[in-house]
């Protein structure tokens, strides 16, 4: 029972925090007007350059542009030491600390703001 419990309070305390990744990975996004959005639900989360979220497989599919910049933030994310796969949902992990989700956002952030020249061209 207590382990049952402990899970249960774990569970909740991981789906929260990976909610509020979530939330600022938006936030960073609204803030430099990005053409960006992110979905996901429990550990996953997908970044995808796109203004709205995809709502089936096809809206999913990257043009050119768009794999051009997935690239490019794939590639950020791994000189920052974020293991964050190129066409797959990223997960977080229970073992993660605030300072590996602080990572997470500020590595999205940094790319943001030093490659709006990448981006600006997404959705025309």
């Known amino acids: 029972a207590a382990m049952w419990s402990f899970i249960r309070r774990s569970h909740s305390i991981c789906s929260g925090v ?12 609204q803030r430099h007007g990005a053409p960006f959005c992110v979905t996901g639900a429990a550990s996953l989360f997908r970044i995808h350059p796109k203004a709205s979220e995809p709502r089936e497989y096809r809206d999913a599919y990257l043009n050119e542009v768009e794999a051009a910049v997935m690239k490019a933030l794939s590639r950020h994310f791994l000189d ?4 964050f796969p190129l066409g797959a949902a990223a997960c977080l992990s ?6 590996d989700l602080d990572l997470i956002t500020s590595a999205f952030a940094e790319f943001l703001k030093a490659n709006d020249h990448l981006y600006k061209e997404l959705g025309q």
Not at 80 to 83: K, Y
Not at 94 to 99: G, I, L, N, Q
Request: net charge positive; glycine share 4%.
């Open 94 to 99: 229970t073992p993660m600390r605030e300072t």
């Open 18 to 29: 990976k909610a509020v990744v979530r939330r600022a990975l938006t936030c960073i996004i």
């Open 80 to 83: 920052a030491g974020v293991l």
